[in-house]
């Protein structure tokens, strides 16, 4: 039993970060048996449940889409606000009846809300029908937990608060055959002071560059078209190495792999360098998307914030962007409500999305996380007054981005088609270099292709397009 510890989740020491190869040990018990797994939150916990996936098909199991015929259920969840929470205890709720009718199925629950003090207190309380908890350290303990959960009524909660590692030899699932994630840095120290993250992923520690390039090199020889480089913050990438390695030498050594696509998530405004700008202009294949988040365009906020840096500060770069990157789209990340927020710092944020015109943006309401500064900061706004912000910010937000989609039509765009469309089975769809989503009139055998589509129609949130022949 290794219980959640909020404090040691805080330490940044200065000791040397261990670099290891992943070991999984190897069974036979579960093989013909069914998973259910269900991922909450963001890419980085996408590519960890591909993670998952990897092992629990090493095991000889295989997916299925319903919890009634799974034998092992894993939920892997997230920890940003609160009403992740809220939906991850109503699920639980599900598979309480269901363990009561099927009590030898094994449930796991992974990811950033185990690393929570309270929430594993509130699973051993509350649901001890739940046989394991296990962190975002441990994955690839995975296995041994099933093993001891097939043979044991125990509840065992395994979770370790550290600054972690870096894990080579991972074995992936992928999801795509086309797309794919590649973890470049783990963990953040910048804690923002609203933002859990830091405490739930550890601190900031690199992988190596020639792995990293490695693992791309791989991909583009199984025929994948595009990788997404993820971090918290991928501009602190390398300078844990303390040789002045930066983010920019990787995307650049990335770039030259040759891969057609290239993207990265999430940067940080702040020490976002003139250099990573003019790699991300001078390669192809880097595309000209950008997520920045803003979180408020007041000043007094941002400092609340500990976000370092100014609302001049953000307005210059972005502009600096824009002038530099051939016809780039960025979007951004807002917290509304945050706490002090005054009706005039609200007005700043709306100022900035006025003066920026994002291609679009995920947009919140400040959720307080236990743990976090943020959450013991006085705050009088009404949660009503708050989601009235919140609509209101929405309104232009979408205003913005129907105009940045309107910008296309009838320009022909190149489109990465990644598979049939959910909206309409006789088109498939794609994304654009600019990460818009297209729905095409194009045939099925395009799908893994990159395409010329012209856009004929612009909504808020997506476009429509016809395949064109050059
Ligand atoms: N409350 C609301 N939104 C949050 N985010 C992070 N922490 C919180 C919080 N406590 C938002 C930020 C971040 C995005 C991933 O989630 O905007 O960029
Ligand atoms: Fe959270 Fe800030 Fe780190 Fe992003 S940079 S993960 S918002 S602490």
Known sequence: MNLPDLKKAKIRSLNQVEYKVQDYAFTRMFEGKKYFLRTYGCQMNEHDSEEMKGILEYYGMTPCEDLESADVILLNTCAIRENAHDKVFGYLGRIKHLKKEKPNVIVGIGGC??????????????????????GTH????????LIEASGDAHQDIEVY??????????????????????????????????????YTRGKERSRKMKEIVKEVMDLKEQGYQEVTLLGQNVNAYGRDFKDGTEFSDLLEEVAKTGIPRVRFVTSHPWNFTDKMIDIIAKYENIMPYIHLPLQSGSSRILRLMGRRYTKEEYLSLFEKMKERIPNVSITTDIIVGFPGETESDFEE???VVEKCKFDGAYTFIFSPREGTPAAKMKDETPLEEKEKR????????????KESNEKLLNKVVPVLILGISEKDESKVYGYTDTMKLVNVEAPVDTIGEIISVKITD?????????QVKE
């Open 349 to 351: 944020t709306l100022d």
């Open 138 to 145: 441990n994955i690839h303990e995975l296995g041994r937990l």
């Open 113 to 134: 809300m185990s690393q929570e003090e309270s929430i594993v207190e509130e699973i051993r309380k509350r649901h001890p029908y739940v046989n394991f908890v296990f």
């Open 161 to 198: 608060s550290k600054e972690g590692e870096v894990y080579e030899g991972v074995m992936y699932k992928r999801d795509s055959h086309i797309t794919a994630w590649v973890n470049i840095i783990y963990g953040c120290d910048k804690f923002c002071t609203y933002c859990i993250v830091p």
């Open 390 to 401: 919140l609509q209101r910010l929405n309104e232009r937000i979408n205003l913005y981005s």
């Open 458 to 466: 612009a909504k808020s949130f997506s476009l429509d397009g016809e």
